[in-house]
């Protein structure tokens, strides 16, 4: 079982992406300001952009954005053996159309000096879902669609649910032993790395992950990382999921390619993440 395979949104999804923040949409974040839209964003930090990206669901989801992250208010009840209700997240780069401001993303790969990130999660005792990165490559510097690449690095996971795909390896990655998983999710490929024990707080070099993963698909140096992601793909429940922190910084050795910022009328709406099936 796959997920949806990714398209554009319906017109009048791609608008409510790009109303105010006092809507619900883009914009930038005051300490009171939430999203309830389906593929509501805001910015942070003039750096970031927390997307509500409730792909998978009719029920009810909103963010709370705070000045350094996010949390979560749902109460969503999807089947455990199919797709997750959303993928609320904080991201450094480009997801479909929407950059996020001042990125250096897309960069080539072979122009990748160091790539890190930190975050710190919060998570409730009860209901299913995943914490996790999703970091998306690209053999093009495409800022507009689906990546052929999904890099996913599960943080924690509450409840039967596992990645897509088949668990293939188990490999040590920054201090850390992880269980590798890999598919196919009808759009995109996809390597997961699950932790084996749940993770809370971490700064780490992506870059590690990255050169695994060329060892494991068809990423080459000549590929683009586009977006780097972190948040939660809830099946019940969704209350009380936080990313209470996350940084994410990427230094080129030069060459490195920036797209221009796109308009609004050509921003397309987030889109499921994650690449899961049950």
């Keep these: 079982m796959t997920r949806p395979t990714r398209a554009l949104a319906a017109i009048g999804l791609m608008l409510a992406s790009v109303v105010t923040a006092a809507a619900g949409g883009g914009g930038t974040a005051h300490a009171s300001t939430q999203i309830c839209d389906t593929f509501g964003t805001t910015t942070v930090h003039d750096r970031y952009v927390v997307m509500n990206n409730r792909w998978g669901a009719d029920t009810a989801q909103c963010v709370n954005v705070t000045g350094s992250g996010f949390s979560v208010t749902a109460n969503h009840n999807k089947p455990t053996n199919g797709a997750p209700a959303s993928y609320a997240a904080i991201y450094y780069g480009c997801h479909y159309g929407n950059c996020s ?20 999660f919060s998570y409730p005792n009860s209901g299913t879902y995943n914490a996790s990165y999703d970091i998306w490559l690209d053999p093009t510097p495409n800022t507009q669609g689906t990546n052929k690449q999904e890099l996913m690095i599960w943080f924690a996971k509450r409840g039967p649910i ?3 795909g088949a668990r293939v390896a188990s490999v040590r990655i920054d201090g850390r032993t992880w269980d590798v ?7 995109s490929d996809v390597v997961s ?13 992506i870059r590690s992950f990255i050169t695994d993963v060329k060892s494991r698909s068809a990423v080459t140096d000549a590929w683009y990382l586009t977006s780097i992601q972190a948040g939660f793909e809830p099946w019940v429940g969704g209350t009380g999921l936080a990313v209470n922190t996350f940084t994410a910084k990427v230094d080129g050795g030069g060459g ?5 910022s796109p308009s609004p009328s050509s921003a397309a709406s987030p889109s499921p993440s994650g690449g899961l099936c049950r």
């Design 101 to 120: 401001p001042r990125t250096n993303l897309p960069m080539q790969v072979s122009q990748i000096r160091n790539a890190t990130s930190s975050v710190n």
């Design 162 to 164: 596992h990645p897509v």
């Design 181 to 187: 998983w890999s598919g196919f999710n009808g759009s």
């Design 193 to 205: 790395y699950v932790a084996q024990s749940s993770i809370k707080k971490w700064d780490f070099n």
């Design 256 to 260: 490195s390619t920036q797209p221009p």
